[in-house]
């Protein structure tokens, strides 16, 4: 399961992304990792899809370090 805190392009020129994630083992439901993960990204200009970019790279970043905790647990 993932919480998003946080997930806003702002006034200071950043991407920002907080997430909180848990990933449980099944059947049993046990929690296996509880992970939090913070970052921000510049964004080149003004642009819509210069914030989307920055956006992007924080998804991206993200999903590395939940891929990085679930082959950690196996």
Do not use: C
Not at 31 to 44: A, Q, Y
Not at 53 to 58: F, N, T, V
């Amino acid at each position: 399961s993932m919480d998003i805190r946080e997930f806003v392009a702002s006034d200071d020129g950043y991407a920002h992304l907080e997430a909180n994630w848990r990933i449980f083992s099944l059947p049993d439901r046990r929690l296996v990792s509880s992970e939090t993960f913070v970052g921000k990204e510049p964004i080149e200009n003004a642009s819509f899809e210069s914030m989307v970019a920055a956006q992007s790279e924080l998804l991206a970043r993200l999903s590395k370090a939940i891929a990085g905790t679930i082959r950690k647990n196996q």
